[in-house]
């Protein structure tokens, strides 16, 4: 409670008191027969302290008790108004879950501090520039219980060329830098989480088709998808911004095959678990020469099986 608050609340205090302490003092000289001349005066004085001990008394019930309610109420009217508008100029963004567009560049480090422990992310990205300098937030949030899944861009494919060619300021060659840096930086992290850390980070390499930035989080506490994508375009997705959706969390596979029910980030999330289960398939293919242990990188180290495994339900 503030200052002023306090303030307030004393001066409430003091005229409440002191205009009925006023209101009982002058009452009772009214019937005193010694200022009977007074009478008039003494009744007006007291009349006046009546007053304003029960309109101060009235103001702070109805502040305190009814004002409140009637605000809560104002705001649930307000919010219900804004959505419909905004659903409607945004062409069903509520439904859809869209919750905004970022200011700036996406903010990894307010991400990393908002992750509480049961958590689980799952990233699916090229490379990040700045990661080498975040990469000790990422160890933080795996050690208070966070669990980490994602899909980078290995170093030296067709699609990192390619992608390298469509970007201001890189070339392929450092664009293969950055990707086999960003690896390296994983690799260093894992590196510093033993078997009794309760997160964990499961690491897929592919060489497949970026398709989009994406990063989405499962709140295990509050039971819902938060969602971050962005696009490849021309600038490099480090400088991007990303669009913000959000839905409750659902368990088990629910098929909507009807576009008017979509929610963007059930199928963001679809599309992550898709990806996925394509590097497993991969990774697991019986005489596959290809899936080399190389292409998957985890920690904890004795906790391979539950790093290649993706949230299942609460």
Not at 271 to 282: G, I, L, P, S, T
Request: one cysteine or more.
């Amino acid at each position: 409670m503030t200052t002023t608050i306090k303030l307030k609340w004393l001066l409430a205090l003091v005229m409440i008191f002191g205009g009925f302490t006023i209101y009982k003092i002058f009452e009772g000289l009214v019937h005193n027969p010694a200022y009977q001349e007074y009478e008039w005066v003494f009744k007006i004085i007291s009349e006046f302290g009546l007053f304003i001990s029960v309109i101060v008394s009235a103001g702070y019930f109805h502040h305190w008790f009814i004002a409140a309610e009637e605000h809560k109420e104002a705001e649930i009217s307000l919010r219900e108004t804004l959505s419909k508008y905004v659903d409607g100029v945004l062409m069903n963004s509520v439904k859809r879950g869209f919750l905004g567009i970022t200011n700036k560049e996406f903010d990894f480090s307010q991400i990393m501090h908002g992750l509480k422990p049961g958590d689980y992310v799952y990233w699916l990205i090229t490379f990040d520039p700045r990661f080498k300098n975040k990469s000790r937030e990422l160890e933080n949030a795996i050690k208070t219980g966070v669990h980490f899944r994602m899909l980078i861009l290995k170093a030296d494919c067709r699609s990192g060329e390619l992608r390298a060619a469509e970007t201001n300021g890189f070339n392929p060659h450092e664009f293969n830098e950055y990707s086999k840096l960003f690896k390296v930086s994983l690799e260093d992290v894992i590196s510093r989480i033993d078997d009794t850390i309760t997160g964990s980070l499961g690491v897929f390499v592919y060489d497949g088709l970026p398709s989009l930035p994406l990063f989405i989080i499962i709140r295990k506490e509050s039971r819902k998808v938060e969602v971050y994508n962005s696009f490849y375009l021309t600038e490099p997705v480090s400088k991007m911004p990303y669009l913000h959706w959000e839905t409750e969390f659902k368990s088990g596979n629910q098929e909507l095959f009807e576009s008017d029910h979509w929610n963007m980030s059930e199928l963001f999330l679809d599309y992550f678990k898709k990806r996925w289960d394509m590097e497993k398939e991969h990774l697991y293919a019986a005489g596959n020469q290809d899936a080399q242990p190389k292409d998957f990188i985890h920690a904890p180290a004795a906790a391979r099986e539950k790093c290649t495994e993706l949230f299942i339900g609460m």
